[in-house]
């Protein structure tokens, strides 16, 4: 009797157990297909910036490219470096390293240190330089450079860490704002995307962290089309009335680059002996990113309200020289 009740309370423990695990699963059943598809497991956290590291290796200074640097926590840096690079032993040996930011002008020289190796090539002529205050290379080109000292170095399969705290920073003046902090919009490093091995150009505000009801950055942007515009709109005003224009003009061209898409450039620059000629370089992704501009209410305000203030007006397209350049705008 015992035994068959024991027996009993067990078989009635498994099926509500069973019952409960079914539950569990039916309740993480998708309801909905996913559109995102699974391309396996890849490391996809690019695009990085683009960094050149610099060192004293056997008495001698070198450069490598590297494209696998981190941050962890809020002060130390990780820097990800192949075993077999050269730089590595000279980096070992003095656990001192520079991390030196790529600017565009830079970038072709960053990419030859990459290419060839300190062990056959003697690279410490690629870049001038000066001796930072932490006894590491600095180059006087980049815009930003870190001095820092290894910590630690954390050994995974085929790579050497190097777990680095930042010593001195050195900003060039030119990308450093009014309020003393680093401004990007100036410094506009390159970053690097691995998959493709190609670099990206950086430098748009899209809008301010924890803060983008009180302060909207700009939209993300469309490509250009085939049927995309290039315009110079060529307006002269009344000298009445300019104070009062260029308010209405800078409004519908912060609001246009703040919330349109298809909006890509409002340049507006005015002639020096004569501030009353303004011209505006305009550019939109298509035509139908053009019409709604020109529908949008805030477009509508500028132009009712504008009408009697400009004396004329030149609508001029343009055909790009390099369709391959283009302005990028960004908003403080």
Same mark, same amino acid.
């Given at each position: 009797?015992?035994?068959?009740t024991?027996?009993?309370?067990?078989?009635?423990?498994?099926?509500?157990?069973g019952?409960?695990?079914? /539950?569990?699963?039916?309740?993480?059943q998708?309801?909905?297909?996913?559109?995102? /598809?699974?391309?396996?497991?890849?490391?996809?956290?690019?695009? /990085?910036?683009?960094?050149?590291?610099?060192?004293?290796v056997?008495?001698? %200074?070198n450069?490598l490219?590297?494209?696998?640097?981190?941050?962890?926590? +809020?002060?130390r840096?990780?820097?990800?470096?192949?075993?077999?690079?050269?730089t590595? $032993?000279?980096?070992?040996?003095?656990?001192?390293? !520079?991390?030196n930011? %790529?600017?565009?002008?830079?970038?072709?020289?960053?990419?030859?240190?990459?290419? %060839?190796?300190?062990?056959?090539?003697?690279? !410490?002529?690629?870049?001038?330089? +000066?001796?930072?205050?932490?006894?590491?290379?600095v180059?006087d080109?980049?815009?930003?450079?870190?001095?820092?000292?290894?910590?630690?170095?954390?050994?995974?399969?085929?790579?050497?860490?190097?777990?680095?705290?930042?010593?001195?920073?050195?900003?060039?003046?030119?990308?450093?704002? !009014?309020?003393?902090?680093?401004?990007?919009?100036?410094?506009?490093?390159?970053?690097?995307?691995?998959?493709?091995?190609?670099?990206?150009?950086?430098?748009?505000?899209?809008?301010?962290?924890?803060?983008?009801?009180?302060?909207?950055?700009?939209?993300?942007?469309?490509p250009?089309?085939?049927?995309?515009?290039?315009?110079?709109?060529?307006?002269?005003?009344?000298p009445q009335?300019?104070?009062?224009?260029?308010? @209405?003009?800078?409004?519908?061209?912060?609001?246009?680059?703040?919330?349109?898409?298809?909006?890509?450039?409002? @340049?507006?620059?005015?002639?020096?002996?004569?501030?009353?000629?303004?011209?505006?370089?305009?550019?939109?992704?298509? $035509?139908?990113?053009?019409?709604? +501009?020109?529908? !949008?209410?805030?477009?509508?305000r500028?132009?009712?309200g504008?009408?009697?203030?400009? /004396?004329?007006? %030149?609508?001029?397209?343009?055909?790009?020289?390099?369709?391959s350049?283009?302005?990028?705008?960004?908003?403080?």
């Amino acid at each position: 009797m015992i035994k068959s009740t024991v027996y009993a309370l067990a078989l009635s423990v498994l099926l509500s157990c069973g019952v409960t695990e079914n /539950k569990e699963d039916s309740d993480r059943q998708n309801t909905t297909e996913m559109e995102k /598809k699974n391309i396996g497991s890849l490391l996809a956290l690019y695009p /990085k910036p683009l960094t050149v590291v610099g060192a004293e290796v056997e008495g001698k %200074v070198n450069w490598l490219v590297v494209g696998h640097t981190g941050i962890i926590g +809020h002060d130390r840096i990780l820097v990800s470096m192949n075993k077999s690079h050269y730089t590595n $032993q000279g980096i070992r040996k003095s656990k001192k390293l !520079s991390i030196n930011l %790529v600017s565009r002008e830079m970038l072709p020289r960053a990419d030859y240190v990459g290419s %060839v190796s300190g062990a056959s090539v003697d690279k !410490s002529a690629v870049f001038d330089f +000066h001796w930072g205050e932490n006894g590491s290379p600095v180059i006087d080109s980049s815009p930003l450079t870190m001095e820092c000292d290894v910590e630690d170095i954390y050994e995974t399969d085929g790579f050497d860490n190097f777990i680095c705290s930042v010593v001195n920073t050195y900003a060039a003046p030119d990308v450093i704002g !009014s309020n003393g902090r680093l401004d990007y919009t100036r410094l506009k490093p390159v970053l690097f995307e691995f998959p493709s091995y190609s670099y990206i150009a950086t430098g748009e505000v899209i809008g301010r962290c924890l803060k983008l009801d009180e302060e909207p950055g700009m939209c993300a942007k469309e490509p250009m089309a085939d049927d995309g515009i290039v315009r110079l709109s060529k307006i002269e005003v009344y000298p009445q009335y300019l104070d009062e224009y260029m308010t @209405y003009a800078t409004q519908v061209g912060e609001v246009s680059l703040r919330t349109e898409p298809g909006v890509l450039t409002m @340049y507006a620059v005015s002639e020096k002996e004569n501030p009353c000629r303004i011209t505006i370089l305009e550019t939109y992704a298509s $035509q139908e990113a053009y019409e709604k +501009h020109i529908a !949008s209410e805030h477009f509508q305000r500028y132009k009712q309200g504008t009408l009697h203030m400009v /004396k004329s007006l %030149v609508l001029s397209d343009q055909l790009p020289l390099n369709p391959s350049n283009r302005i990028n705008n960004f908003i403080q």
